[in-house]
């Protein structure tokens, strides 16, 4: 008998039930053939478990791809996203640009200033200017006449701690910070070098680079310098190019001065304003006594070329951090500039004066970043974008005698 899925031979009795079973056995074999040419051919029984698994593990392949992916793009904005973004600051400008920030290289890391906007983008600060014209111009009066002194006490003073005027006088400067006094600031603006004096820190021993074209209002006077500058430090000497500022030169000292009023447009869109007695006399029938209720803060820089000295906000008053703000002589005297000296003197007086006895470096696009806020103000401050001449020292017979030492302890002329 032939063995099972074997044909019988001719000379084997035939038997029914073997030659069925040997039909059954060809049959499955056909069937099996025909699924090993499917798998032949790269493909699998749709039903079979086989091609169900190399489907899921396509899929997983597919999904681990995208995410490796998706992956890459989030780390590539994270490492984009942590750069500082540039500051916008909005002006009267109306061709609705988006600002480009200034491509000025800091001398210690390398990196591009983006402190500063190239261009303002347009503003809707516009309305009534209620300070405009509240300048009083009251005129320059002669310091002294027939011996005496004519006028209230005057201001650049010396501040070097311990010095006090010859000038006797009966009222006393505000010794705690001008905001807690109910006072803003109404402007700000500057002065080619030091109108006040510091031995040691600003002083006739300052140097600074070569003076190009002095300051910008008329006037060329310039006053003491710090003692910070080095010509063989490229922060000191390397060129900035300001966007908004005018007339301001890397090295050079400044004395950086913030009136203040109790009768501002404090907390408005009007507070500050130029010229600075538009702002300081805004509101009517406040000013009873101004030496308690006008003051300026001033404090001395010099530029640099390094980002790494930048300060954000230079606009809104004295910088209180670290030794900045805290060696603070405070005295009562007038209003300064250039058209004043020891013959013609202020009319402005008294007023209590802050002023910062050190020097301190500062970033060139610091005050680029105050010029370009200068312009975003409701007025015209377009006049302050540049340094002030600086009047000549004011002499010791034209100073109060009431200046306040660091310890908050006043200089009587007894002492």
């Not at 791809?65 to 590539?76: D, N, W």
């Not at 320059?140 to 006490?153: E, F, K």
């Not at 600003?202 to 003076?211: C, V």
């Amino acid at each position: 008998m032939a063995p099972k899925g074997e044909e019988p031979t001719k000379e084997e009795a035939f038997d029914p039930d073997e030659y069925m079973d040997y039909l059954k056995i060809k049959q499955m074999q056909k069937e099996g053939g025909a699924g090993a040419s499917s798998g032949a051919r790269g493909g699998v029984c749709p039903g079979g478990q086989n091609g169900i698994m190399l489907i899921l593990l396509v899929i997983i392949s597919i999904c681990a791809i995208l995410m490796v992916a998706e992956l890459g793009s989030v780390i590539s904005f994270a490492s984009h996203s942590s750069q500082p973004a540039p500051v916008i600051i909005n002006n009267g400008d109306s061709s609705g640009s988006i600002p480009t920030s200034s491509s000025v290289k800091s001398v210690s890391g390398g990196e591009e200033s983006q402190h500063v906007p190239n261009e303002l983008p347009p503003t809707n600060n516009v309305g009534e200017n209620v300070c405009e014209g509240k300048n009083p111009k009251v005129p320059n009066a002669q310091c002294i006449v027939d011996a005496v002194v004519n006028v209230g006490p005057q201001a650049g003073a010396n501040v070097t701690k311990g010095y006090k005027g010859d000038l006797v006088v009966d009222y006393k400067p505000i010794l705690t910070p001008y905001w807690q006094n109910g006072m803003c600031p109404v402007n700000v603006h500057w002065h080619l070098g030091t109108e006040h004096y510091s031995l040691g820190q600003y002083d006739e021993t300052g140097t600074g680079p070569k003076i190009e074209g002095g300051s910008t209002d008329g006037q060329e006077e310039s006053g003491f310098q710090c003692k910070l500058y080095d010509a063989t430090d490229v922060k000191f000497t390397r060129p900035y190019e300001f966007k908004h500022c005018i007339g301001m030169q890397v090295g050079q000292t400044y004395e950086v001065h913030w009136p203040h009023s109790a009768a501002g447009a404090c907390n408005t869109p009007n507070q500050y304003q130029t010229p600075f007695y538009d702002g300081v006399f805004c509101r009517d029938d406040i000013l009873t006594d101004t030496a308690q209720q006008v003051g300026v803060q001033s404090q001395v820089f010099v530029i640099v070329n390094d980002e790494s000295y930048f300060y954000p906000d230079l606009f809104r008053g004295m910088i209180v951090d670290g030794e900045m703000g805290q060696d603070i002589a405070k005295y009562t005297g007038s209003s300064t500039g250039s058209a004043r000296s020891n013959t013609v003197c202020s009319p402005y007086s008294p007023i209590t004066w802050h002023v910062d006895r050190k020097c301190h470096l500062i970033s060139a696009s610091t005050f680029d970043k105050m010029c370009a806020d200068m312009k975003t103000q409701r007025d015209d401050m377009s006049d302050d974008l540049h340094p002030h001449g600086s009047r000549a020292l004011v002499s010791d017979n034209l100073v109060a005698n009431n200046q306040n030492d660091r310890r908050g302890r006043l200089l009587r002329a007894s002492e």
